[in-house]
């Protein structure tokens, strides 16, 4: 939080921007010798965004041989037909290792898409992938879940397996990081240490990111282009999300929702640590065409923290919005009325999913599943630059750019350990804009290093012809 044939056109130093066909039509990737034939397990395949990523696999990557892992035969079996010759399904359990570990014996790559993330107590699945030497990525939109992840990083590079996490389409907006210089060799360090700190006992309370790891990416280029155009410093990066009604994407994205209302947003200013109550300070942002200006909404999301870390922006904060209206209300009253001990508790947060999934689903009809991300970057010289994202799917955006990492790791851009989509170690520098090209079909507005007039809808003018 990814298509029709995108037309990517990017610049050296002053960005990039990227015009797209409104309807679908995806190319084939040639991948090299060695995994061409390679078997790739989706876990919660028959989900919303697993059935997604390996749709979009299916039609990337015809020869690859696709295993279908959930829960539901029935659902599987559907999943199967609709993919062809090329897959199957596999009965597994995620929350039983040994059934795990006989799913992973002879498969080349896991994609972890069971969720929601959110309160999750172990790294089951990468622990299980890591023991069978089997490559890895997850869509994990959980801070503390990436916050774990990343404390397995020894292990992964001990077994020679790569591994991302939080890859997607929003948790992976940071993906160019290393056009900035070099990233942090503390960083894994320091992450642990704050998991270690906040959370002694179990390595628990860090918090979450998904549909972004392509936002990842747009904003690694944003802090990227201004580095090397311009004599000012990055000083203020904003993440701004909006997904209408759940998107298509079902219970699960509705529970990651709910859990997230449980959890203080973490912020930061001046490169200082703020907390703040989830779901407050709205602001009313323009996403450009085809979405207009919505509400957005703060909420702890984890490419916040990374983005501190990995690209040393000062001041850094993430909002989402809904639509329609109502659900930002009923969020906005959740966050207010119940306590946060019952939002963190994943069985009672199931019980309100069952009793508003029905009426999600019936909205979701009107409202559509419409999908965008905008990131706004201010640097010290004045210089203000955007980058927005959107699609009229998020169902099959998400599978888009879940393909696109997967492909990644298939051609061999990931080194072993456990990786953040921004580190150079997680996609290879050289391999960033093939991957932006990919998770972009179908997009109907991509742009990037562009000044917030250019791209929306109701430009402010100062006079003169000079806007704002």
């Given at each position: 939080m990814v298509m029709a044939r995108a037309l990517l056109h990017l610049k050296s130093t002053s960005g990039f921007a990227l015009a797209c066909a409104t309807q679908e039509s995806p190319y084939r990737v040639q991948l090299p010798d060695k995994s061409r034939n390679a078997r790739v397990l989706v876990l919660g395949g028959t989900g919303r965004v697993g059935g997604s990523t390996a749709t979009a696999l299916s039609k990337l990557c015809p020869d690859l041989k696709i295993i279908i892992a959930g829960r539901n035969r029935e659902k599987g079996a559907s999943m199967v037909a609709t993919l062809g010759g090329r897959s199957e399904f596999a009965e597994v359990n995620i929350d039983n290792v040994k059934s795990l570990e006989a799913a992973l014996r002879d498969v080349d790559l896991v994609v972890h898409t069971a969720g929601p993330f959110q309160q999750a107590e172990k790294c089951t699945v990468l622990e299980a992938a890591i023991h069978t030497k089997t490559a890895y990525i997850d869509v994990c939109d959980d801070t503390t879940y990436a916050c774990r992840a990343k404390s397995f990083k020894t292990r992964a590079v001990a077994a020679n397996i790569p591994a991302i996490t939080t890859a997607g389409i929003y948790p992976g907006g940071i993906v160019l990081n290393n056009h900035l210089g070099p990233v942090s060799h503390n960083l894994d360090q320091q992450l642990v240490a704050y998991v270690e700190v906040t959370a002694p006992n179990d390595y628990a309370k860090y918090k979450r990111t998904q549909i972004n790891i392509y936002v990842k990416v747009m904003a690694a280029e944003l802090v990227r282009a201004s580095r090397s155009e311009s004599k000012g410093e990055p000083e203020r990066l904003r993440f701004y999300y909006y997904t209408a009604g759940s998107g298509g994407a079902g219970p699960t994205i509705l529970a990651t929702s709910f859990l997230l209302l449980g959890e203080e947003v973490v912020a930061f200013n001046k490169g200082e640590t703020i907390k703040l109550k989830p779901y407050s300070g709205m602001l009313n942002i323009d996403f450009g065409k085809g979405i207009g200006k919505r509400d957005v909404y703060l909420l702890n999301l984890p490419e916040v923290r990374s983005a501190r870390e990995v690209l040393g922006v000062p001041t850094v904060s993430a909002r989402f919005g809904t639509a329609p209206f109502f659900w930002n209300w009923a969020m906005e009253?959740?966050?207010?009325?119940?306590?946060?001990?019952?939002?963190?508790?994943?069985?009672?947060?199931?019980?309100?999913?069952?009793?508003?999934?029905?009426?999600?689903?019936?909205?979701?009809?009107?409202?559509?599943?419409?999908?965008?991300?905008?990131?706004?970057?201010?640097?010290?010289?004045?210089?203000?630059?955007?980058?927005?994202?959107?699609?009229?799917?998020?169902?099959?955006?998400?599978?888009?750019?879940?393909?696109?990492?997967?492909?990644?790791?298939?051609?061999?851009?990931?080194?072993?350990?456990?990786?953040?989509?921004?580190?150079?170690?997680?996609?290879?520098i050289e391999a960033r804009e093939v991957l932006l090209k990919r998770a972009a079909q179908g997009t109907i507005n991509f742009v990037m290093n562009k000044p917030s007039w250019m791209v929306e809808t109701d430009p402010k003018e100062l006079g003169l012809g000079i806007y704002v």
């Open positions: 009253a959740m966050a207010s009325l119940l306590p946060a001990e019952f939002l963190r508790d994943r069985s009672k947060v199931q019980e309100l999913v069952q009793l508003f999934d029905p009426v999600v689903r019936s909205v979701d009809k009107v409202a559509g599943e419409r999908v965008s991300m905008r990131v706004d970057l201010e640097c010290s010289d004045g210089r203000n630059t955007v980058g927005i994202f959107s699609h009229r799917r998020l169902s099959v955006s998400v599978g888009a750019a879940t393909a696109a990492f997967a492909i990644a790791v298939l051609e061999g851009s990931t080194q072993p350990g456990v990786w953040f989509p921004e580190e150079s170690e997680g996609i290879a």
